[in-house]
């Protein structure tokens, strides 16, 4: 057999090793991926309007006067939270961004794990939900961790991959010997042609847009990924300062108040709102997370480390000097909700979630009719 005749037949058993390839990763992982994102989209609409219809949760009663700020003491809204939840619980005290929110409180306890709203100017207690309560608290759960807490966001982190590879095995099936391709998606010749065309068009439109999310989304919710990105990259993995052996081994006296603080991280920026003051437990050091004009994340990661019962600072650490995987996660994280470009990309964002959906129920589909043949 001619050179000339073996080429086609090499090409031929090629692309049925990368289509089984395909086929194989996407039944196995890729319907894991089409359910999350089809939770994504969800939620891109449903946490509006999960703030639109429980107002009580969300809309403070007495609206403060600077936005941001926070008029009540924080100090005794903890101590009441210890007093139900135990000492051991940890808490993130969430200000209100604008002057008609509540004041978030989020608990982790042994015996409840959720989040209390305030009044920001009275500190009555206006409602509370558990992380997995309601639809919009199940639909994030099972979409970040598949509701199996660190080993889903493993498995999500591996399902990325795993999509970035039936990405490139999708590419390389679809890619035609002649340009410029053919967009034309043929709905004339029966539904089982139709959504070929579409599985197989739609993957490599929206096969880029798609990965972003993918690998955004995995990027959060597996910490090891960053660590890998500051190993590549050269650079040392910040870690949170730790207390003191003689601090920790001493007695304790009372220890300082949430508001002190607060006015102690506070002094370390003094033009800048807080994000997040999060008390982890007894003896570790309080992280108060400041939002700075020039950070990209909506939370702040610049952070202010302090003692947690003498308010000394232990470490002051500014969003642009962590380590490269950590700095990651200022761009990442507004990139995957869809906040850094504003409604135009929150609107992608939805529309991403539905395209990857698809392709995980089109191609279950494909599969499924095809079996005979």
């Not at 209100?96 to 989040?115: A, F, I, N, Q």
């Not at 960053?226 to 870690?239: D, H, I, P, Q, S």
């Not at 135009?344 to 095809?370: D, E, H, I, N, Y």
């Amino acid at each position: 057999m001619s050179a000339i005749a073996q080429a086609p037949s090499r090409r031929q058993g090629l692309r049925r090793v990368w289509l089984r390839l395909h086929r194989w990763m996407g039944l196995s992982v890729g319907w894991v991926l089409a359910i999350v994102g089809l939770l994504g989209a969800v939620l891109v609409v449903a946490q509006p309007v999960d703030r639109w219809a429980h107002p009580n949760l969300f809309k403070a009663d007495t609206q403060v006067e600077a936005a941001g700020g926070t008029a009540v003491a924080l100090e005794p809204i903890r101590q009441r939270l210890v007093a139900e939840f135990g000492s051991a619980s940890a808490m993130t005290f969430r200000p209100p961004r604008t002057s008609d929110e509540t004041l978030w409180v989020l608990v982790r306890g042994k015996r409840w794990g959720g989040t209390v709203y305030f009044d920001p100017v009275t500190g009555r207690e206006q409602g509370r939900r558990g992380d997995s309560e309601g639809f919009v608290g199940f639909t994030f759960k099972l979409h970040s961790s598949l509701l199996l807490q660190d080993t889903g966001k493993a498995m999500l982190a591996c399902g990325a991959l795993a999509y970035l590879l039936m990405l490139v095995t999708g590419v390389v099936l679809w890619w035609p010997r002649r340009w410029p391709p053919s967009w034309r998606v043929e709905l004339r010749q029966g539904v089982l042609r139709g959504l070929f065309d579409l599985h197989r068009t739609g993957g490599v439109i929206m096969g880029l847009v798609i990965a972003v999310s993918v690998a955004s989304g995995a990027y959060m919710a597996w910490r090891p990924l960053g660590e890998f990105v500051t190993f590549l990259a050269g650079g040392t993995f910040m870690r949170p300062p730790a207390l003191p052996k003689e601090a920790k081994d001493a007695p304790g006296g009372s220890p300082v108040t949430v508001d002190e603080l607060a006015a102690q991280a506070q002094r370390q920026f003094p033009a800048d709102p807080i994000g997040y003051i999060q008390l982890p437990g007894p003896d570790r050091p309080v992280r108060v997370r400041m939002r700075l004009p020039d950070d990209p994340h909506p939370n702040g990661l610049t952070s202010v480390w302090l003692h947690p019962r003498t308010g000394e600072v232990l470490s002051v650490q500014r969003w642009s000097e962590l380590d490269p995987g950590g700095r990651a996660v200022a761009w990442v994280y507004p990139l995957h909700v869809g906040e850094l470009g504003g409604l135009p990309q929150q609107v992608l964002t939805f529309f991403s979630g539905l395209a990857l959906g698809g392709l995980g129920l089109t191609g279950v589909w494909l599969w499924w009719r095809r079996r005979p043949a």
